[in-house]
């Protein structure tokens, strides 16, 4: 049996200490604010935005919401961007995708201070972490990176392979395993013999939001594996990428879903939100 990666644990750990920094600050009349825009009514991301909204609350981050109907125009959408980027209590900003289509959203990322990119998806912060740049990085990587970290799951000189090529997810993943001396490879929609693939990884990271598509004959026995997909199927209940109760029967390390990568992602925020404050106000 697989040794459970303990991200709702760790996420904990993480919190508490990022707490204790929210009160340092506090004492010095700077008060971390994250402002969140959300544009429309995704059901997803009115989920997401209230988890993120009380996760700042119990940290002690003040958090402010920007909500816009569907019809705001690009322009408009830029120009709110433009008054938190000036706003100096304002210290983190994040645009919940996704957007309705007539956004460009890699516009508006761009359009974020990169130094409140809490969400590292401006391409200033992109690149910085191409270049091993001190930068915000994309809060479900990072927090993926601190759970191995945790564990102390060797990383160099490693097979990693991830499954799914996303902006958020699957790109910046590529560049953090490589910071920490993995040979990475990248399978997506049209890779060729996914299963062999798979099977060479010493670590497989699944985003591609497809329920329990990792079955254990994939898997290379003693492999840690970690799922971020959260799908929902037909009966309600909530699945990952990954057969769990297959696949923990051959991994060496496996995270669970719910409990594994989403907490950290949102401990990865909160973190972020309190390095650009600090970044801000030069603490
Ligand atoms: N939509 C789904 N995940 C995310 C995320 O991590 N950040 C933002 N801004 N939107 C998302």
Redesign the pocket.
């Known amino acids: 049996m697989s040794e459970i990666l303990d991200g709702k644990a760790l996420a904990k750990k993480v919190r508490k200490e990022l707490k204790i920094e929210v009160e340092r600050l506090k004492e010095k009349h700077i008060y971390p604010t994250l402002a969140v825009i959300m544009v429309g009514d995704d059901s997803?991301?009115q989920v997401?935005v209230r988890n993120k909204s009380r996760a700042c609350e119990k940290a002690g981050i003040e958090f402010e919401e920007y909500l816009y109907d569907a019809d705001i125009t690009e322009q408009e959408l830029l120009e709110t961007i433009d008054v938190l980027n000036k706003d100096k209590n304002i210290h983190g900003i994040?645009?919940?995708?996704?957007v309705p289509k007539h956004i460009n959203i890699n516009k508006a990322f761009r359009r974020i201070s990169p130094e409140k990119d809490v969400?590292g998806?401006n391409p200033i912060n992109v690149g910085n972490l191409c270049i091993g740049e001190d930068c915000f990085i994309?809060?479900?990587p990072y927090g993926i990176i601190k759970l191995l970290e945790e564990y102390n799951i060797e990383t160099e000189g490693k097979e990693a392979v991830i499954l799914g090529r996303s902006n958020?997810v699957g790109k910046p993943m590529i560049q953090c395993l490589l910071n920490k001396n993995c040979t990475v490879t990248v399978c997506h929609s049209k890779t060729k013999d996914i299963d062999k693939v798979i099977s060479k990884a010493d670590i497989v990271i699944s985003a591609i939001g497809k329920p329990k598509f990792v079955k254990k004959e994939m898997v290379k026995p003693g492999a840690t594996v970690i799922d971020v997909g959260i799908n929902r199927l037909e009966d309600g209940t909530i699945v990952g990428d990954v057969d769990y109760e297959e696949v923990s029967k051959v991994a060496g390390y496996i995270t669970p879903v719910p409990g594994g990568v989403g907490p950290m992602?949102i401990a990865m925020?909160l973190n972020n939100v309190v390095k650009a404050t600090k970044d801000i106000n030069k603490q």
């Open positions: 997803g991301s997401y994040l645009l919940q995708s996704p969400d998806f994309s809060c479900t958020i992602t925020l």
